[in-house]
């Protein structure tokens, strides 16, 4: 006898309202999930996975501006035949969802076991007397590190690792039939990352539970998933058990998605995207050992650029009830070189010292000891005027480019922002018509200069924050998890780019990130990060092919590698 479906999703659209005009997000999908099988939904931002998601829970309905057709059934219970009480007994209850970012999701001014608390005294899971003992069970089954603190805890004392726990551990209070995770490891490091997926498959063999998986990363979906849905366009272009998909896609698009990540395996000249591959226009490039050994006998025959000797930064954190100032030690004795047309690589888990040891070199903080030779100027010597010279020439490029951009600016007027400060270009005509030939650089037009930061998309953000960079014509560049929030198409449309402008115009690169495929990719040499300290450094590929130390080796080990 065949299966019947826990939940079925038939003919469903989806359509929003904007300015009176109807916009398609979703279009005529229909699929099934079984009981106690994990089913990936894969896809690039606008694809409609999160549409979908808040559809399965009827989360979309707001201000009416949402408009859907088809149906869904959970249990044999059609949505469109229910009550609002009983939807809300299904939601939370029956199906729970775990959300991209925790500190949006959980209460800041609530205790995170009271959060928890509050789902279990809701739905009457169990009586206030014993309500305590189940959320320390909670806590211990999802693997928060000291949960009789925790429970006491608000959601900012936590890493954003222990978050996401706090959250799953909410969503599985009620033992929920299905449980749904939209990319809920997307801001977490590869090695916390993988303990998320560890720990949702685990709950998930224990309790039989159904999961749907979310993500746009395909190799990731392939750690976990037993069915995958590839969306693309608010329709689904390809559905079958994962490791098909992966030996054999069918689809263009879900090809294009697995050759858009760097591969760890190959050093390619240029990383192939959706639109290449769609067009049929992915010609594989490879750097051979001898183009990339003439490339680095050019770059270090001559003296470095910066120079990092014994740095230090220390930072008094104020502890208990009396205040009292405990030293952490951010960046401890780190010395390096990096020489004019290396992109360096820095790459460690989220704490280790990356953010602090590039704002040191910025000089946006002073170090506590230590030297920084840039261009053989000690940085920590400067007069204000020497300072501000040595700012125009060392520049960096932000992980958030909408935070980084000023809203109430244009475009335009928010790339010119820094001429005039810096006083280069002369006169207003000459720099918007810089402007305008550094957004065509960056693959914008010219309607871009009078448009605002939030009607582009995150990728188009992250070109103008380049433009942004770029225009007082730095010799280094920070990118500071630049690509860390994109997808992966869109990222290897700005990777591109970097390498791209960087052949044009010269420049150096201190590449910082957490993930250590894309670092891989991008740079010369590597330097590995933890708690402060530089624990490996050497040759990218040679590091990558035979880490010798053993955080590296666990690094390495995290990262998703597709079937």
């Known amino acids: 006898m065949e299966a019947k479906p826990l939940l079925s999703v038939k003919n469903l659209s989806v359509s929003f309202n904007v300015n009176k ?5 979703i279009h005529n999908i229909s699929f099934e999930v079984f009981e106690n ?19 399965l829970i009827k989360l979309l309905n707001w201000n009416n501006k949402a408009k859907s057709k088809g149906t869904i059934s959970f249990r044999g219970l059609n949505y469109n035949n229910i009550s609002e009480k009983m939807l809300r007994s299904i939601r939370g209850r029956e199906i729970a969802m775990i959300f991209q970012e925790p500190m949006s999701a959980l209460n800041p001014s609530m205790r995170c076991g009271d959060q928890v608390k509050e789902v279990l005294l809701h739905h009457k899971i169990i009586d206030k007397k014993v309500v305590y003992d189940e959320v320390i069970q909670l806590f211990e089954s999802v693997k928060i590190q000291n949960p009789r603190q925790a429970v006491n805890k608000y959601p900012h004392e936590l890493s954003g690792g222990q978050q996401q726990r706090v959250i799953i551990a909410i969503a599985i209070a009620c033992k929920p039939k299905i449980l749904i995770a939209d990319e ?3 801001a977490l490091d590869v090695t916390i990352q993988k303990e998320i997926i560890e720990l949702i498959k685990k709950i998930q063999k224990e309790t039989k539970m159904s999961v749907i998986f979310i993500t746009h990363d395909l190799a990731l979906i392939s750690e976990i998933a037993d069915r995958t849905i590839v969306m693309y366009k608010g329709e689904i272009v390809e559905s079958r058990k994962t490791r098909n998909i992966f030996k054999n896609p069918i689809n263009t698009y879900t090809k294009a998605l697995i050759a858009a990540r760097p591969k760890t395996s190959k050093r390619l000249k240029k990383l192939p995207t959706i639109k290449d591959i769609l ?9 051979s050992k001898k183009e990339r050994k003439q490339a680095h006998e050019k770059i270090y025959s001559s003296k470095p650029i910066l120079e990092i000797v014994d740095l230090k930064k220390t930072y008094l954190n104020s502890v208990g009830f009396f205040q009292k100032n405990i030293p952490f030690k951010a960046i401890n004795g780190v010395s390096f070189e990096l020489f004019e047309g290396e992109t360096l690589g820095l790459v460690g888990e989220s704490g280790c010292g990356k953010t602090s040891l590039g704002n040191t070199i910025l000089q946006l903080t002073k170090p506590s000891s230590g030297k920084i030779f840039y261009k053989g100027k000690d940085l920590n010597n400067l007069t204000k005027k020497e300072t501000r010279l040595i700012r125009k020439e060392i520049q960096i490029i932000f992980q958030d480019p909408l935070a980084s951009l000023n809203p109430r600016l244009s475009v335009g007027e928010a790339i010119i922002e820094p001429m005039k400060v810096h006083k280069i270009y002369g006169d207003y005509s000459l720099r918007k018509e810089k402007t305008i030939t550094l957004l065509n650089k960056v693959g914008l037009d010219e309607s871009a200069f009078n448009r605002y930061p939030h009607e582009f998309s995150g990728g188009q953000r992250q070109r103008i924050g380049i433009a942004r960079t770029i225009a007082l014509k730095p010799k280094l560049i920070i990118c500071d998890e630049s690509v860390s929030a994109l997808d992966v198409s869109v990222q290897a449309q700005i990777l591109n780019l970097l390498n791209s402008l960087k052949k044009d115009f010269g420049f150096t690169y201190i590449f910082i990130s957490h993930d250590l495929a894309v670092v891989k990719y991008m740079s010369d040499n590597l330097m590995i990060m933890r708690k402060g300290e530089i624990v490996e450094k050497g040759d990218a590929d040679k590091i990558y092919n035979a880490p010798s130390n053993s955080y590296t080796k666990q690094l390495i080990n995290s990262i998703p590698k597709g079937l």
């Open 279 to 287: 067009k049929n226009d992915d010609k594989k490039n490879f750097v």
């Open 184 to 186: 809920p490891t997307t």
């Open 37 to 55: 099988e994990i089913v990936g939904i894969v896809g690039e931002s606008g694809s409609g996975k999160s549409i979908t998601a808040l559809s």
């Open 21 to 25: 005009n109807s916009h398609a997000a």
